[in-house]
């Protein structure tokens, strides 16, 4: 079987860089340790091996379609998600009193690296109807946690969360679907939600959708939608009745063509009947509670992409002979066996390129899932420390994999070649597969806004200032090793330089003109995003070097020397670009914002 994921990467990534045994050592978590840790990541793969990565070009090749009013998905869909939830990993990180494992989400996101780097198709049917049961236990009543949460951490009961509107798109402020209250203390809800992800299929008996919409007379706006449990079946004393939810649809997307993205109406025959999870008027605010995660995970599942299409591309490098290298004197010796095309410079670099891609945008997933840890359930006194860095983080977790992850796999395709381009080869498919990902959950440009416009001056700057210490910390670590020191003078140089493009753009702001602040947020987030991935290749450097020092983790040396060598291609193919991003961002012309009398495009 080919490789798709690397499990020394994982193991060096959740031990060494990241202290995966700082969050063991957790009260929470007391139930866990390292052996724990590792004999889970080992059964995930096992499985992920024999049901998961076997269907992977089945499941685009036989994708998800709308027969006779109903959503046919894959056939091996349904024996997998039911495993998937035997296993435990549904509900994974929810409290033992909720039927969960009360794992780290540290944890829980590896073992999902692991299942989405094997078929990117499943996990997402999964990982909502978590997101969904979330939600429920965070702010519904003990009626809607009984009746709802068990079915669903068993996959009887698939989960959706449900924003998209045809007229609306990203702009939540315009939804029109409707909730009419009834006597009862239910309600009545009336709209359509398109683009919904794993929003029916036949492997489930019922599936409860979390629905945002405006209650009658709610007020204009953002401030006016509330959250609403809206199940496809109604349960009852005598069974499910049907609640007038319809599968009006479902897309036909250019990949995740496993992965089914419907259209829903409600109450179309007047019969659809909804329950208000919390307070009225509280449902974005309950939704974006949930975006840290659901973000993660499109990060996540982002970087596993790039991870698989980094394998795939190497193991192709490895066995396709082409060409002859060049010898010293500038000629080829055409009687020499071809050589094969790993050996040649210009593809080694490609490969790196890969590897430096995927292995940064682990690191941030993973250093985005501790600090949801000590979020949650760190010392009292570290917990705001640690918010105000997960949020700072948080558009550069979803963005970077995205990206970034999208340039990566496409490099693979060039890797191969012609073969790439063919059908043949897995790599088209994970480059129409990883697509997507920058627009989940927020499209760049959104998280662009997000990172510039709000979480860079959260309390005042003190945001910033925290992640600054996190970075200057893992510099001081680095300068103990003299071959670490040219490169942590490189972070130090970009960090400051990162702090003029900030005080050139930053008065723009405070003179209130904010639409010229934010014109360039994208390529803002593209430089700051390339610094930070800078910082977690520092820290893998002094991981390594401190493994190679110590023995810690029994990595084999050679595996050692190739992130070393990893972090140095970063540093000097990578990091550069954030001189010709901070020119742009210097500029003085304006050169997108609509004007009077502007250009046609």
Not at 461 to 483: D, H, K, S
């Amino acid at each position: 079987m080919a490789a798709y994921v690397n499990m020394d990467v994982l193991r060096f990534q959740l031990f060494q860089t990241h202290d995966m045994e700082q969050i063991l050592a957790l009260p929470h978590f007391a139930d866990y340790d390292a052996e724990a840790v590792n004999l889970m990541l080992e059964a995930v793969k096992d499985f992920a091996d024999q049901q998961l990565y076997p269907v992977f070009r089945e499941m685009d090749e036989q994708p998800v379609h709308f027969q006779d009013g109903k959503i046919i998905t894959h056939p091996s869909l349904g024996p997998i998600l039911r495993q998937v939830a035997e296993m435990g990993l549904i509900g994974g990180s929810f409290p033992y009193e909720h039927g969960g494992m009360q794992m780290p989400f540290t944890l829980g996101t590896a073992t999902y690296f692991i299942l989405d780097a094997a078929n990117n198709n499943v996990m997402g049917y999964a990982g909502l109807t978590a997101g969904a049961a979330e939600l429920i236990m965070e702010f519904g009543d003990e009626n809607l946690r009984s009746t709802y949460m068990p079915k669903m951490l068993t996959a009887e009961w698939g989960g959706t969360m449900c924003l998209t509107e045809p007229q609306a798109g990203s702009s939540l402020s315009d939804i029109t679907t409707t909730a009419y209250p009834q006597a009862d203390g239910t309600y009545k809800i009336k709209g359509q939600k398109i683009f919904i992800s794993g929003g029916d299929h036949q492997h489930a008996e019922n599936f409860v959708h979390l629905v945002l919409a405006r209650i009658e007379g709610a007020p204009a706006g953002t401030k006016g939608i509330s959250l609403f449990v809206v199940p496809k079946f109604r349960p009852t004393d005598g069974g499910l009745v049907p609640n007038d939810v319809i599968t009006a649809g479902d897309f036909q997307k250019m990949g995740q063509r496993g992965y089914a993205t419907t259209h829903l109406v409600f109450g179309e025959n007047e019969g659809c009947t909804g329950f208000l999870v919390g307070q009225e008027h509280r449902g974005l605010n309950y939704m974006f509670l949930m975006m840290n995660g659901a973000r993660i995970g499109v990060g996540r599942g982002a970087i596993a992409i790039a991870c698989a299409a980094y394998h795939a591309s190497l193991q192709y490098a490895q066995e396709r002979p082409q060409g002859r290298r060049i010898q010293n004197d500038g000629h080829k010796d055409i009687n020499q066996q071809q050589s094969l095309i790993i050996e040649h410079a210009d593809v080694r670099r490609m490969l790196f390129l890969q590897k430096a891609i995927y292995e940064g945008g682990l690191s941030i997933v993973l250093q985005s899932s501790f600090y949801q840890d000590m979020v949650l359930h760190g010392p009292a006194e570290d917990r705001e420390k640690y918010e105000l860095l997960l949020e700072l983080l948080m558009p550069i977790t979803k963005s970077f994999p995205s990206d970034k992850g999208r340039e990566a796999v496409d490099t693979g395709l060039q890797v191969l070649g012609g073969y790439g381009f063919c059908t043949d080869f897995v790599l088209q498919q994970y480059y129409r597969d990883i697509r997507i990902s920058a627009i989940y959950e927020g499209t760049t440009g959104i998280q662009s806004i997000d990172l510039l416009g709000r979480k860079l001056s959260l309390q005042n700057g003190r945001a910033l200032t925290l992640l600054v210490e996190e970075m200057q910390a893992t510099i001081a670590a680095a300068n103990v090793y003299p071959e670490l020191k040219p490169y942590t003078k490189k972070l130090a140089q970009h960090m400051q330089q990162t702090q003029e493009v900030l005080a050139f753009l930053q008065p723009f702001a405070k003179r209130g003109e904010y639409e010229r602040f934010l014109s360039d947020a994208t390529i803002f987030l593209e430089f700051f995003s390339t610094l930070v991935i800078a910082w977690q290749w520092l820290k893998m450097g002094v991981a390594a070097k401190t493994c190679s020092l110590t023995g810690a983790g029994n990595f084999k040396e050679d595996f050692l020397e190739s992130t070393l060598h990893t972090m140095r291609f970063y540093f000097t193919y990578e990091l550069p670009r954030m001189n010709g991003l901070a020119e742009i961002l210097h500029n003085e012309e304006e050169l997108t914002l609509l004007k009077e009398k502007d250009l046609v495009l």
